[in-house]
Structures are given as structure tokens and as C-alpha cells.
């Protein structure tokens, strides 16, 4: 075993339009952190503190996403350990903040059990879906699968335990731009608030976007993405969940982002671009667009985190 080890998990964005539940991009400088120490006792959990959550997260280790995920590792290696979670994500935010927790949660625990990462990813994910049930009351794997593989994943079988996931490759210089309103929309809310069934029309509709979304990722072709990354099932439910979206969204694509949609379950919205520049321009843009809505926001300029979870030196 490894008796103390840190892990830091990247946010994500999921859905990226018409890849509702299965399409997922990790995003460079955002995360959590998790600190897990091998004490002595039964295999389980002890979710000694969480930093950067105001108060709100549940301290009971069975009802937090961060250890019901490293309990279900630490159970399957009999370890007992010791956690802490620093908050880095929002909560309820849609940057994969659950999924966050839950794979640095599992991925501490699998560390501190000895096990190196690469060993078993697909298994690992699973452990990290025990804590993505918990927060949302689904399996989707599109924010833990790219928070621990690291780049774009296409999760192909989601119904199957475990997903059957392939990682896509994005298109270079690729942008990001993340506005963060000050609002909250719990992830159950969101999904509870989309219809159980979909007329074929728009499901073909939205099966040929995906398809094209994904094959502008292999060519690099940018008039590809921006025709395809475009949904008419998720998005206008939510979009009414999110006070000012509409505006914010026309606004990106005003200022000329290559397409702009809500990330996961909302409230934070996406918009891509090719610059760095391009990128700050948009955030800008949809900033003051929620501004006038009456909605205080704060914006993020990012890539593509390659990377996915990974362990810290100690002393941070
Ligand atoms: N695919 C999930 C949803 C992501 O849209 O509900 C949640 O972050």
C-alpha cells in the first residue's frame, strides 16, 4: 500500500450538444482534490474534511460522491483510509464536479491500495460511477470517463458495465471559453426536467449531428463542428432552466464562437473558438450579455486537458 497519496481530477464538459450523456472533454485548470491516508480499521471510508464547499456538501462519508467512490475501492482491497476533499469545482455548477470527486476519490483509493492507475481504467471507472449514481441518480459516465482518461471520450456503450468508451482525438488549437454564472441547477433537477422520449424526426436529427461532431473532431474540419455542435432535444428544456441563456448564447455567437451550448447540466455555458484571444473576446461578450440579464458571472479560458486524473506531490 502507499500509505498517503493526493490526486487532483480535472473538470469536464459534457454533452457538447447533441452527445447528451456520452460525450465528454476533460478542461486544463479547474479541479479536486483528494488526500487519502491508509489507517488501520475495518475496509471503509472516513471522510475526515472538505475544504471549499462553504459547509454545503454532506460530511456523512455515505452520502458524499468523493468517498462513497474510494469506500467501493477501499472495500474491494480491504483498506481502511482516512479522506480529504479540497473543492475546487463549483458544485452544481455543470463543470463535472461530482465526477471530479468521485474519480479523484476512487483514484486515491486505488493508489493508496498499491495499484498503479493505468492497471485498470475501466474498473476504476466503475468505482467512480458508484459516486456519480449518488449525485446525479444515473451512471453517466460523460464527466468521469474524460476526468480520468484526460482528453474527449465518446462513452459508445453507456448502458453496459463497464461503458464502452473511446477516446476521440480534438481538433488543434482548440479553445475554450467557460462562464460560470452565479446561479445553481441541481444535476437531478436538470435531468428530471428532460422528456422520456424523443419523436424519431429529431432523433435522426440529432444522431447525424453527433455522428458529423465527431467526424469534424477526426478531420480537424471547423465548419463541421460549428454546423453540428447543435441540439434541439437538452438544450431549449434547459436553456429554460438558465435565466439569460438565450442571450448569452446569441451573444457568443455574435462576438463569433464556433459554437456555444450549455455544459453538462448546466448552468455554465461553453463557447470554442481558435485563439486565445478569440476565446477572452467571447467570454467578455457573454459575461456582459448575463450582466444585463442581472446575473453576475466569472469567466475561464481553457483547453483541453490531456492529462485526466493524476497524483500531486505530498506537501501541496
Ligand atoms: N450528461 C449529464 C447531463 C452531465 O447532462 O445530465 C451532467 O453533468
Known amino acids: 500500500v502507499n500509505p498517503r497519496v493526493r490526486v487532483f481530477c480535472p473538470a469536464t464538459v459534457a454533452n457538447w450538444g447533441p452527445g447528451f450523456d456520452v460525450l465528454g472533454v476533460a478542461v486544463r485548470g479547474l479541479g479536486d482534490q483528494v488526500l ?57 455548477s455543470g463543470l463535472g464536479s461530482s465526477a471530479a470527486s468521485s474519480v479523484a476519490g476512487a483514484a486515491a483509493a486505488w493508489l493508496a491500495a498499491g495499484q498503479p492507475l493505468e492497471a485498470d481504467l475501466a ?25 480520468l482518461y484526460g482528453g474527449a471520450i465518446l462513452v459508445h456503450s453507456p448502458f453496459e458495465s463497464p461503458p464502452g468508451l473511446k477516446p476521440l482525438p480534438l481538433p488543434p488549437r482548440l479553445w475554450m471559453t467557460l462562464v460560470l454564472p452565479e446561479l445553481e441547477l441541481d444535476t437531478k433537477t436538470a435531468r428530471q426536467a428532460l422528456p422520456q422520449e424523443i419523436p424519431l424526426r429529431e432523433a435522426v436529427r440529432g444522431w447525424g449531428r453527433l455522428g458529423g461532431l465527431i ?27 438558465i ?74
Open 243 to 316: 435565466p439569460g441563456f438565450a442571450a448569452v448564447k446569441a451573444a457568443a455567437l455574435q462576438a463569433g464562437a464556433l459554437a456555444c451550448s450549455i455544459s453538462g447540466a448546466g448552468p455554465a455555458v461553453f463557447a470554442l473558438s481558435q485563439s486565445q484571444s478569440a476565446a477572452q473576446a467571447l467570454g467578455q461578450a457573454m459575461q456582459r450579455a448575463w450582466q444585463e440579464a442581472g446575473v453576475a458571472s466569472r469567466v475561464v479560458v481553457t483547453q483541453p486537458d490531456r492529462e485526466g486524473v493524476r497524483s500531486l506531490p505530498l506537501e501541496l
Open 36 to 92: 487519502a491516508e491508509v489507517v488501520p480499521g475495518e475496509p471503509g471510508v472516513e471522510l475526515a474534511a472538505i475544504r471549499g464547499d462553504g459547509g454545503r456538501l454532506p460530511r456523512e462519508p455515505e452520502r458524499n460522491t468523493a468517498s462513497v467512490a474510494a469506500a467501493s475501492v477501499a472495500r474491494r482491497f480491504g483498506i481502511r483510509l482516512r479522506l480529504e476533499l479540497d473543492k475546487g469545482l463549483p458544485l452544481s
Open 123 to 147: 474498473g476504476l471507472l466503475e468505482h467512480a460511477l458508484d459516486g456519480e449514481q449518488l449525485a446525479s441518480g444515473a451512471r453517466h459516465a460523460d464527466n468521469a470517463a474524460p476526468a
Open 215 to 241: 467526424a469534424a473532431f477526426y478531420t480537424g474540419d471547423l465548419d463541421l463542428l460549428s454546423r453540428c455542435l447543435v441540439d434541439d432535444l437538452v438544450e431549449p428544456v434547459r436553456g429554460r432552466l
